[in-house]
């Protein structure tokens, strides 16, 4: 094909100006503003409609081939540990570890481990009623519990697999999973740090007019042990670490070696994580273990459909030898981990999803990764962790989480902006500064 770089450029830019006015202004779901962009790149730069359809369902069944159990089975994990209580279980004893003064360090710890496996929405919601609980107990504003929390789930729903955007991004760049949960982890600390810090320093001068019936307190049934309310979340992630380790080498494993490995491999591992998930309730009745895994599938299938269509999008534009035209024409290799990143940065802050700006951004990537010098497998793994500093900024009016923090802590528009939006902010600059010293010491 023999389109010019301003060509492409024209239905590049028309597709992802699509795929903002569908999801924001008209409500379209992803999955749809996704598949017109497709055909709009697709027809744009010349295929012919059935090389477009043909294109689009390789680059669906590539990306779901690799993600699509791991999603279903990290969606179930997450579903389960909320059913049990299992959340609420270890929430509460970080609580009573770091003590009422250290209650917003406390929120975010329990926001950051119970976010491994659950998405931050649904993390926020279950949590909430502790959240209020405690913030009324030591008389710390409400706005700094709330954020506390609302930004150690955020910090690793935008870095670490199983989570959506960061695992269709590993897919699409090509990254190992068991690196990206490790090193995302390392960078995801330093991230909740911060939003927990800004957290304390804003919150506390946050004027709040929270309304008693602006949320319900919910009366929780008696969770599981600590030691079964934990191994669900850390079993998978010590299980998925030992492999990428043991296989950092050239050393061939044989015998129990080989098997411990194959114990590592993601699916397997969250497997055993949801079975473990299952022993934190002693009676299981048949009705309620099948609403729990219906809702499971409902859940998942919507996912699914993003990320396959997400990859989908990224096969268009890999036809159209985008990468090539960008490493002639511009001196990408400069901007590096930082072009990721701010690409995904205007795609989260124009439509408000973390999980469509970063499969998007990663789509657009993946073609400019040896023009950008990122083409290792350091430099993916760079890439994709530039790319959920970025879809952490900027949250605001147009992103669902956002309203799910306010509408759970009863928290006014203003303080929202001014102290959560903020955070997400300082978070995304600093999960950049993680990545660029990452980069120099890698």
Request: glycine residues 12%; hydrophobic residues 50%.
């Amino acid at each position: 094909m023999t389109n010019s770089l301003p060509y492409i450029l024209t239905f590049l830019i028309a597709g992802i100006a699509l795929i903002v006015v569908l999801t924001t202004k008209y409500k379209v779901p992803a999955f749809f503003a996704l598949f017109l962009a497709c055909l709009l790149v697709g027809l744009g730069i010349g295929l012919p409609l059935s090389g477009v359809i043909t294109v689009i369902k390789d680059g669906f069944g590539n990306i779901l081939k690799s993600l699509g159990l791991i999603i279903v089975l990290g969606t179930t994990l997450g579903l389960l540990l909320e059913y049990t209580g299992s959340t609420t279980v270890m929430a509460s004893f970080l609580l009573k570890k770091l003590g009422n003064k250290y209650a917003p360090l406390a929120m975010s710890i329990t926001g950051f481990i119970v976010g491994l496996p659950i998405f931050c929405d649904s993390g926020y919601i279950v949590l909430s009623g502790l959240n209020r609980s405690m913030a009324r107990r030591t008389g710390i504003s409400i706005t700094t519990m709330s954020v506390s929390l609302a930004t150690g789930l955020y910090a690793i729903h935008c870095l670490v697999p199983p989570h959506p955007g960061s695992a269709a991004a590993a897919g699409i760049i090509g990254v190992d999973f068991g690196k990206l949960i490790l090193t995302g982890i390392v960078v995801a600390i330093p991230a909740m740090i911060v939003g927990n810090l800004w957290a304390k320093y804003a919150g506390g001068k946050a004027v709040e007019t929270v309304a008693e019936d602006a949320f319900v307190e919910n009366e929780t049934r008696k969770g599981p042990s600590l030691i079964k309310a934990c191994l669900p979340v850390f079993v998978p992630i010590i299980l998925i670490g030992i492999k990428s380790f043991l296989t950092a080498g050239t050393t061939a494993y044989q015998g129990w070696m080989s098997f411990l490995l194959s114990l590592g491999d993601p699916v397997i591992a969250l497997l055993i994580g949801v079975l473990l998930a299952f022993n934190c309730k002693k009676a299981w009745k048949i009705n309620e273990l099948s609403k729990i895994l219906q809702e499971t599938t409902e859940k998942a299938g919507g996912i699914l459909v993003i990320i396959g269509m997400g990859g989908a999008f990224g096969a268009i534009l890999t036809a159209t030898k985008i990468g090539e035209h960008f490493s002639q024409s511009m001196a990408l290799g400069n901007m590096g981990i930082f072009f990721p990143f701010l690409l995904t940065s205007v795609l989260k802050t124009a439509q408000g999803s973390s999980t469509v700006a970063i499969i998007t951004a990663a789509s657009l990537v993946q073609p400019l990764l040896p023009a950008l010098g990122l083409n290792t497998e350091t430099g993916r793994l760079l890439c994709v962790l530039a790319m959920g500093g970025g879809s952490m900024m900027i949250s605001h009016a147009n992103d669902a989480y956002f309203w799910v923090i306010a509408k759970f802590s009863g928290l006014e528009m203003k303080t929202m902006l001014k102290v959560y939006s903020t955070a997400t902010i300082l978070m995304g600059l600093t999960t950049l500064t993680m990545v660029y010293i990452l980069s120099k010491l890698l």
